[in-house]
């Protein structure tokens, strides 16, 4: 979904300027050729930014323009996530294009799920299964040996940027790249997303991927399908005591987002698999109560929806997921008209229409009968001392999710 990046500066900077006019520019062109021309003047004004490490002008750009254009706001942030994971670097006087790639991995477990090093081995044996089921003849790869959360994933545009511009050199240079600096922890959660990333380059004009060299799109669900059979054993080794479930290696952000959307239903059921267990219940004993969040009260937009869990006949918060939303996604008046009708277990995948609808139907589907929306939209309120979301209790006040303290002995650790 879109986010302002909530800058405090009201005057744009010369630099900021220059990139809100570019992306306009774009945005009113009325030709291909005219929108190349100001393509072409925006990615140079952007390697200059980012290769400067001048994120706040690059933020400054977008928040100026998700107020006031957002056609061009999409045209700058499109603009900007290309610039940041991708590159053009020279080696023995061949000019190549690099890709950052990130490799997706949905885990989910009852006890923690891994991430950090990974053996030279383990890096030299998935490299050779991205080149057989997915990268094309004359592609060259730098992966980084290390399993990232994504907390532990580059903050900015132009850490992005810089990380691509070292990968690419590795991946010419055939050398193997050094892990990053120390990683901070991460927190633990039942079900959760794990990324490998890399660096694809290829001679300028030449495939990064198999079905780019063989012009065949459909190509794509052949090398996914591949990729799962023959990579998996290797990545579960990494993910002990884990579920898991390998999306398509491809560009940074869209790996990153797709991932993001995908992680979604598998955290509602951990979820419900891990208290019913840890509770001794039923998912009928489970009560879900949903509230929509945003970060403009005055607004209309939901940004995400969080659900807290009870015990039927507790009002106490025991735990709670947070179900972000992104892209076109928002809820309309049919979702609030037809809450109610939801609750029945008739409701079909196909009849799905927006977020809250799939949310309730994931509960059923769990067994979790009793499911109360709070029509409302709430502030996006974090817990003062953990920093933890506070999630929505029957009474519509906003509260901690904390296990009893008997379970809370037992391992769970995840709130």
């Given at each position: 979904?879109r986010?302002?990046?909530?800058?405090s500066?009201?005057?744009?900077?010369?630099d900021?300027?220059?990139?809100?006019?570019a992306?306009?520019?774009?945005?009113?062109?009325?030709?291909?050729l005219?929108?190349?021309?100001?393509?072409?003047?925006?990615?140079?004004?952007?390697h200059?930014?980012?290769?400067?490490n001048?994120?706040?002008?690059v933020?400054?750009?977008?928040?100026?323009l998700?107020?006031?254009?957002?056609?061009?706001?999409?045209?700058?942030?499109?603009?900007?996530?290309a610039g940041?994971?991708?590159c053009?670097v020279e080696?023995?006087?061949?000019?190549?294009h690099?890709?950052?790639?990130?490799?997706?991995?949905?885990?989910?477990?009852r006890?923690?799920?891994?991430?950090?090093?990974?053996?030279e081995?383990?890096?030299?044996?998935?490299?050779a299964?991205?080149?057989?089921?997915?990268l094309?003849?004359?592609?060259r790869?730098?992966?980084?040996p290390?399993?990232?959360?994504?907390d532990q994933?580059?903050r900015?545009?132009?850490?992005?940027?810089?990380?691509?511009?070292?990968?690419?050199?590795?991946a010419?240079?055939?050398?193997?790249p050094?892990?990053?600096?120390?990683?901070?922890?991460?927190?633990p959660?039942l079900?959760?997303?794990?990324y490998?990333?890399?660096?694809v380059?290829?001679?300028?004009?030449?495939a990064?991927?198999?079905w780019?060299?063989?012009?065949?799109?459909?190509?794509?669900?052949?090398a996914?399908?591949?990729?799962?059979?023959?990579?998996a054993?290797n990545?579960?080794s990494?993910?002990?005591?884990?579920g898991?479930?390998?999306?398509m290696?491809?560009?940074?952000y869209?790996?990153?987002?797709?991932?993001?959307?995908?992680?979604?239903?598998?955290?509602?059921?951990?979820?419900?698999?891990?208290?019913?267990?840890?509770?001794g219940?039923?998912?009928?004993?489970?009560r879900a109560?949903?509230?929509?969040?945003t970060?403009?009260?005055?607004?209309?937009?939901?940004?995400?929806?969080?659900?807290?869990?009870?015990?039927?006949q507790?009002?106490?918060?025991?735990?709670?997921?947070?179900?972000?939303?992104?892209?076109?996604?928002?809820?309309?008046?049919?979702a609030?008209n037809?809450?109610?009708?939801?609750?029945?277990p008739?409701?079909l995948?196909?009849?799905?229409?927006?977020?809250?609808?799939?949310?309730?139907?994931?509960l059923?589907?769990?067994?979790?009968?009793?499911?109360?929306?709070?029509?409302?939209?709430?502030?996006?309120?974090?817990?003062?001392?953990?920093?933890?979301?506070?999630?929505?209790?029957?009474?519509?006040?906003?509260v901690?999710?904390?296990?009893?303290e008997?379970v809370?002995?037992?391992?769970?650790?995840?709130?």
């Amino acid at each position: 979904m879109r986010r302002s990046s909530k800058s405090s500066h009201n005057r744009l900077s010369a630099d900021s300027q220059r990139l809100v006019t570019a992306a306009q520019g774009m945005v009113q062109s009325a030709s291909r050729l005219e929108e190349r021309l100001w393509e072409h003047v925006l990615d140079t004004l952007l390697h200059k930014t980012l290769k400067g490490n001048h994120q706040d002008t690059v933020d400054s750009a977008l928040d100026h323009l998700f107020r006031s254009d957002l056609a061009a706001y999409d045209a700058l942030m499109e603009a900007v996530e290309a610039g940041s994971e991708s590159c053009s670097v020279e080696h023995d006087g061949v000019q190549y294009h690099a890709l950052l790639i990130a490799v997706p991995i949905l885990a989910w477990t009852r006890f923690s799920i891994g991430s950090g090093s990974i053996s030279e081995d383990m890096c030299t044996t998935l490299g050779a299964h991205l080149h057989g089921h997915l990268l094309a003849p004359d592609a060259r790869l730098a992966l980084l040996p290390n399993l990232y959360a994504i907390d532990q994933l580059p903050r900015s545009h132009a850490e992005t940027f810089s990380l691509v511009q070292r990968l690419a050199q590795a991946a010419v240079k055939g050398t193997a790249p050094r892990a990053t600096g120390n990683a901070p922890e991460t927190a633990p959660f039942l079900a959760d997303t794990r990324y490998l990333l890399a660096a694809v380059a290829a001679p300028a004009g030449k495939a990064l991927f198999a079905w780019q060299a063989d012009l065949n799109p459909a190509g794509r669900e052949h090398a996914l399908e591949r990729w799962r059979k023959q990579a998996a054993p290797n990545i579960a080794s990494l993910l002990p005591g884990c579920g898991v479930e390998l999306l398509m290696p491809e560009a940074y952000y869209v790996a990153c987002r797709e991932a993001d959307r995908q992680i979604r239903p598998i955290s509602i059921r951990a979820a419900v698999h891990y208290l019913t267990n840890a509770l001794g219940v039923d998912p009928t004993g489970l009560r879900a109560i949903v509230g929509g969040f945003t970060e403009d009260p005055s607004g209309e937009r939901i940004d995400e929806y969080r659900i807290g869990f009870t015990l039927r006949q507790n009002p106490e918060v025991v735990y709670g997921v947070v179900w972000p939303l992104y892209g076109q996604e928002d809820d309309d008046e049919v979702a609030e008209n037809s809450f109610e009708g939801l609750t029945s277990p008739e409701v079909l995948d196909s009849d799905l229409r927006t977020p809250v609808e799939e949310i309730t139907a994931l509960l059923r589907a769990c067994g979790v009968t009793h499911i109360k929306r709070h029509p409302e939209h709430f502030p996006m309120e974090f817990c003062d001392d953990c920093g933890a979301p506070l999630y929505p209790d029957a009474d519509a006040d906003l509260v901690h999710a904390e296990m009893p303290e008997d379970v809370a002995s037992n391992g769970g650790h995840f709130h």
